[in-house]
């Protein structure tokens, strides 16, 4: 990987989803020691591209956030719609 700045290179979801459906959202970090996201759904771990299922009640707003050693970190934030 080319740079050794901190960076979020992805953070996905599908815009909506039906009641009762589960959400695939999606992440990629570089140069992470940690990642976590808000609220929590499972124990992250720095990845190049990894995802993992949620099922939501209600429209709701992810933040991953993502740490280097030095203590510096990076957020993004998106939401996912329950219809």
Known sequence: MIGSDLKITQFYAPPAIDAGQPALI?????????????????????SLARCFQTSPRATTEYTLTAEDNAGYSVSRTITVKVQ
Do not use: D, F, K
């Open 26 to 46: 999606c992440y990629a970090v570089a140069n992470a020691a940690r990642v976590r996201i808000e609220p929590a759904v499972e124990n992250l771990t720095p």
